[in-house]
């Protein structure tokens, strides 16, 4: 089956800085990358996603990457602000949504 | 805005007990889900359900869990003897189409396992 690594699993960045978060999945078949940021106790938002037949995309403060040969993704976070704190998880599916591990990330003011 | 509701919040059960977690996806998904996340983990997948029947299922599904649409509008996991490593929380996600679309989470059941 699928399975998706996720690099960091902390984050602490300034307010203000990029924050940049990388995934590899296993299985090429994938072909959607969600994203879902987390906060403490609530439920997977999703934030952004990515399908295979794009390379990139982009809303406001938001960007993703998609590298299918290299079979991996990341997110990109510009600007950051102390809401954005959170912990992130990356996807990827083809018929079932596997998850990373998480990245906690930690603006501070 | 349309949300996927799951009841209850919490549930509590002694180990070896059956519990019942429902879950109301929004009303024109196609495809629901059921996810796991043990405290400080990662999300699990563990089921998908379209036309009535399993679609997909991970090696966490066995055969002490089931799921079932009663309604036309719930959707049922089920857990028939509770051990301690199922205290986690439980999400329901649901999408217009396969997992290849958008699936939106409703809040979560925190199972307690005693």
């Known amino acids: 089956g699928e399975n998706v690594e996720q690099h960091p699993s902390t984050l602490s960045v300034q307010e203000g800085d990029s924050a940049v978060i990388k995934c590899t999945y296993s299985d090429s078949a994938s072909n959607y990358f969600p994203w879902y940021k987390q906060e403490l106790g609530k439920r997977p938002q999703l934030i952004i996603d990515?399908?295979?037949?794009?390379g990139e995309k982009k809303d406001q403060r938001i960007a993703v990457t998609l590298n299918k040969t290299a079979k991996h993704f990341s997110l990109h976070i510009t600007e950051t602000q102390p809401e954005d704190s959170a912990v992130y998880f990356c996807?990827?599916?083809?018929?079932?949504?596997?998850f990373g591990a998480g990245t906690r990330l930690t603006v501070k003011p | 805005e349309p949300e996927v509701t799951q009841t209850p919040s919490h549930q509590v059960t002694q180990m070896g007990q059956e519990v019942i977690l429902r879950c109301v996806p929004i009303s024109n998904h196609l495809y629901f889900y059921w996810y796991r996340q043990i405290l400080g983990q990662k999300v699990e997948f563990l089921v998908s359900f379209y036309n009535n029947e399993i679609s997909e299922k991970s090696e966490i599904f066995d055969d002490q869990f089931s799921v079932e649409r009663p309604d036309g509008s719930n959707f049922t996991l089920k857990i028939r003897s509770t051990k301690l490593e199922d205290s986690a929380m439980y999400f329901c996600a649901s999408s217009v189409d396969r997992s290849s679309y958008e699936q939106y989470f409703g809040p979560g059941t925190r199972l307690t396992v005693t």
């Open positions: 996807a990827a599916s083809i018929d079932d949504m596997r």
């Open positions: 990515i399908r295979s037949n794009v």
